[in-house]
């Protein structure tokens, strides 16, 4: 089996690389290739993120093992203390592993679109002028908003960004995406939602407005600004991700490590 080992860069990681590999070469059965079929993170969420885009036209071949060295590591399923157990899950990877589906957003302009896919959450932001933006769920209009923004999050997205907007965190069993406004306007004038809206995997969200201020990005990334964009268009894609987990990692004890236990 071809694996390789993708790090977030600093001491810490590189020593744990070092360390991994220097093990790893004994083990016949796997080859350190370009062309994996396990990567191995050693870092963070971001890390994380950051190794999704790098092999984001492999992602079907590729399954994703973390080893958590950063600040929180939701997809980091194995501690840097826990290289024997990673050896030991490692040639049954596969088996171990769960997909998820990412989030796709197209961007429609006059002459054409283009698309892009996110793990975590698609974001539609102007923090310096109000953003108005159209807001239909399967063709029907639910609102205009104002506000600084708008952001989309995946299951996997809704302990991120969304969560820190007041958004809900949704069971990873679950496939959904949920709409979150940023600094909505609430006033006598102009009312939206103002709470964020759990969606089917089957619904579509498309937002209509003029968004030469806004920024649009997605997970880490920054695209551009919003110039001659006329609508973006969120859903659920076809693509997946897949992700190693240990047996024993319940969702519960995620959420109480990284946001409530000290």
């Known amino acids: 089996?071809?694996?390789?080992?993708?790090?977030?860069?600093?001491?810490?990681?590189?020593?744990?690389?070092?360390?991994?590999?220097?093990?790893?070469?004994?083990?016949?059965?796997?080859q350190l290739s370009d062309t994996p079929e396990i990567v191995i993170f050693i870092g963070g969420d971001g890390t994380f993120l950051r190794a999704v885009q790098h092999y984001i036209k492999r992602l079907q071949e590729v399954t994703f093992i973390g080893i958590h060295t950063g600040t929180l590591g939701f997809f980091c399923d194995y501690h840097d203390s826990e290289l024997d157990k990673l050896l030991l899950d490692l040639p049954t990877?596969?088996?171990?592993?769960?997909?998820?589906r990412l989030l796709k957003l197209t961007r429609q302009y006059p002459d054409g679109e283009d698309s892009f896919l996110a793990v975590n959450e698609v974001r539609l932001e102007n923090p310096f002028h109000t953003?108005?933006?159209?807001?239909?769920?399967?063709?029907?209009?639910?609102?205009?908003?104002?506000?600084?923004?708008?952001?989309?999050?995946?299951?996997l997205g809704s302990s991120g960004y969304n969560k820190s907007l007041g958004g809900a965190l949704i069971s990873?069993?679950?496939?959904?995406?949920?709409?979150?406004?940023?600094?909505?306007?609430?006033?006598?004038?102009f009312r939206s939602?103002?709470?964020?809206?759990?969606?089917?995997?089957?619904?579509?969200?498309?937002?209509?407005?003029?968004?030469?201020?806004?920024?649009?990005?997605?997970?880490?990334?920054?695209i551009d600004d919003g110039k001659d964009v006329k609508k973006l268009i969120v859903s659920l894609a076809k693509q997946t991700i897949s992700i190693v987990h240990q047996n024993n990692r319940r969702y519960p004890e995620i959420l109480r490590k990284s946001f409530i236990k000290d």
């Open 193 to 222: 939602l103002g709470s964020s809206l759990v969606l089917t995997a089957e619904q579509t969200i498309v937002l209509s407005g003029q968004f030469e201020k806004a920024v649009i990005g997605y997970d880490h990334l920054v």
């Open 1 to 30: 089996m071809k694996y390789e080992i993708f790090t977030r860069g600093d001491d810490r990681s590189n020593r744990v690389k070092t360390e991994l590999l220097a093990r790893l070469n004994h083990m016949t059965t796997l």
């Open 93 to 100: 990877a596969k088996k171990l592993a769960h997909r998820y």
């Open 172 to 189: 990873t069993r679950l496939e959904t995406m949920q709409l979150t406004e940023v600094a909505t306007l609430q006033n006598n004038a």
């Open 131 to 155: 953003l108005v933006s159209d807001v239909y769920i399967d063709d029907v209009l639910l609102e205009t908003f104002r506000g600084n923004g708008l952001i989309v999050a995946s299951t």
